[in-house]
């Protein structure tokens, strides 16, 4: 590794912001070296606690991280926020994907935040979630906290990264809790019932204890249900302490390591399709041919795609 290479880290490491936003760039874009970059960066990682907080649109999840932001920050924690496809503006008015303007509102240099709005990026939007989180763990930050809108697939590849995943739900949101994606509840190691200044937050709180009462989670944790009115800072002292009570009870139970393990797993598959699928496209390339002719090719019967699939797979290896 050159020199100023060598430097860049050591800055990035000691959380220098423009080394980290480089850093971050270099990641997102898939700039030259971002590998390398990666690779250099692993060792130092693991050691920041990971909260992924999901929730349906506009449910408070900005408002409730803003907040938690600031009371770690007053216990003397560096915080890093990961906004992935914000529907709506981040406290104090900033709009979509405007970063300077988010990282604005946090005068405190303590708290970065960085907002992912771009779906269908490069090696998915969960994979790109994951490498930023990577980058703003080895820069030294004590807490990441990754705020994704509840709604599918991406949003559940999201949350897997995370060692503590909060799930809002807020009163109002239609019959039921059913209405929830069923793998959004299942991931939830914590319950926020957000702006409980509404009626019903009662109803909410009932329906998820009594979902809670059908399943028993593998690890036996209940997740605890909190209520919050995160805009006006209601509530999310306890939510802390949920948090914190989740925390040790991963290290009590030696789950936090397991847990990992089956993370691992889980993205490890995913790092392999995308290399796998690179290596096949540019077999495809090599070999002359375009994912569109061979498949005009097989829509015509010219070529079977078994074959071909063969064919591709068995080049790539060489
Ligand atoms: N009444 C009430 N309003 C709240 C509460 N928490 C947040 N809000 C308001 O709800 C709106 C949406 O809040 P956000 O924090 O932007 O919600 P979000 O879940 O991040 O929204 P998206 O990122 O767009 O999905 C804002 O106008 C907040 O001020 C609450 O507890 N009670
Ligand atoms: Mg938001």
Aim: neutral net charge; without cysteine.
């Amino acid at each position: 590794m050159n020199n100023d290479r060598q430097q860049w880290l050591e800055r990035l490491r000691s959380g220098d912001a423009r080394a980290l936003a480089r850093a971050l760039s270099t990641v997102e874009n898939r700039s030259a070296g971002w590998s390398d970059l990666l690779k250099a960066l692993f060792p130092h990682t693991g050691k920041a606690r990971v909260i992924g907080i999901t929730g349906a649109p506009g449910a408070g999840k900005s408002t409730l991280v803003d907040r938690l932001a600031k009371q770690y920050r007053k216990k003397g924690q560096t915080v890093g926020i990961i906004a992935v496809d914000p529907t709506s503006p981040y406290t104090g008015g900033a709009i979509l994907g405007d970063r300077i303007r988010m990282q604005d509102h946090y005068s405190d240099p303590g708290i970065f935040i960085r907002s992912m709005a771009t779906r269908g990026s490069l090696g998915g939007l969960a994979r790109a979630t994951a490498d930023v989180a990577t980058v703003l763990d080895a820069s030294g930050r004590d807490l990441i906290m990754i705020e994704t809108v509840g709604v599918g697939q991406d949003e559940i590849d999201i949350v897997r990264l995370a060692d503590i995943t909060v799930v809002i739900l807020v009163p109002g949101m239609g019959d039921d809790v059913q209405t929830i994606k069923a793998g959004i509840m299942e991931i939830a190691d914590i319950f926020v019932i957000n702006k409980s200044d509404r009626d019903g937050a009662e109803n909410v709180e009932r329906e998820v204890r009594a979902m809670q009462s059908l399943v028993m989670r593998h690890d036996r944790w209940t997740p605890p249900i909190v209520k919050t009115v995160a805009s006006e800072g209601t509530g999310t002292e306890q939510l802390e302490e949920a948090i914190a009570g989740y925390e040790s009870y991963l290290q009590k139970e030696n789950l936090a390591l397991k847990k990992n393990v089956e993370n691992w797993q889980e993205r490890l598959l995913e790092m392999l399709r995308d290399a796998m699928l690179e290596k096949a496209r540019a077999q495809m390339d090599a070999d002359g041919g375009s994912l569109k002719r061979y498949a005009a090719e097989i829509a015509e019967h010219k070529r079977d795609p078994y074959s071909l699939v063969e064919e591709i797979v068995s080049g790539a290896r060489k």
